[in-house]
């Protein structure tokens, strides 16, 4: 009873870290923009130039928005009982949730290669040495997703780990 009264804490902690550190990378790339001047042209950086990070921070609203459901589906079903069904349910949400907000973070973290170091053999030139606060937003932004992937990875193996009783072994 105790391990489950733990397993259920560790859940809700868990959960609330994802949706925060998601939420937080999201809005961190929604308010990030900055504008320059280049020989008297002004230049604006911002997260909607680029579908990448489009993509990026939708993903982690997205992910932020179901983790908060599945949250409130934590408090509401699984505390009166343990089923495996429930956990085999959840196990998929955080599946998808890890994989969607992945797949932002490679999307986002690619693009923001090319905006650090260039890329000279197509001829694109690094901007952060233009944009450094805009760039700064965007890497600290990924590393908040990052943390949220890692959050969400660990709630998928436990919940793998107690719904593994919903298929019953299969005997040789």
Same mark, same amino acid.
């Given at each position: 009873?105790?391990?489950?009264?733990? $397993?259920?804490?560790?859940?809700?902690?868990?959960?609330?870290?994802?949706?925060?550190?998601?939420?937080?990378?999201?809005?961190?790339?929604?308010?990030?923009?900055?504008?320059? $001047?280049?020989?008297?042209?002004?230049?604006?950086?911002?997260?909607?130039?680029?579908?990448?990070?489009?993509?990026?921070?939708?993903?982690?609203?997205?992910?932020?928005?179901?983790?908060?459901?599945?949250?409130?589906?934590?408090?509401?079903?699984?505390?009166?009982?343990?089923?495996?069904?429930?956990?085999?349910?959840? $196990?998929?949400?955080?599946?998808?949730?890890?994989?969607?907000?992945?797949?932002? @973070?490679?999307?986002?973290?690619?693009?923001?290669?090319?905006?650090?170091?260039?890329?000279?053999?197509?001829?694109?030139?690094?901007? @952060?040495?233009?944009?450094?606060?805009?760039?700064?937003?965007?890497?600290?932004?990924?590393?908040?997703?990052?943390?949220?992937?890692?959050?969400?990875?660990?709630?998928?193996?436990?919940?793998?780990?107690?719904?593994?009783?919903?298929?019953?072994?299969?005997? @040789?």
């Amino acid at each position: 009873m105790k391990t489950q009264k733990l $397993f259920y804490l560790t859940q809700i902690c868990l959960r609330i870290l994802a949706i925060a550190t998601s939420l937080a990378a999201a809005s961190v790339m929604f308010t990030g923009r900055q504008s320059t $001047f280049v020989f008297g042209t002004r230049f604006e950086a911002r997260y909607s130039y680029s579908s990448a990070f489009m993509f990026f921070a939708i993903a982690n609203a997205v992910a932020s928005a179901f983790s908060f459901l599945s949250l409130l589906y934590i408090l509401i079903m699984c505390r009166q009982h343990s089923n495996p069904t429930h956990y085999f349910f959840l $196990f998929l949400h955080d599946l998808l949730m890890m994989l969607l907000v992945l797949a932002g @973070c490679a999307a986002a973290t690619a693009v923001g290669y090319i905006g650090k170091y260039g890329n000279s053999h197509i001829g694109w030139m690094a901007i @952060c040495g233009q944009f450094g606060k805009f760039c700064n937003r965007v890497t600290s932004s990924v590393i908040l997703s990052y943390l949220s992937v890692m959050f969400l990875l660990v709630l998928t193996i436990a919940n793998a780990s107690r719904s593994r009783q919903v298929i019953p072994p299969v005997e @040789c």
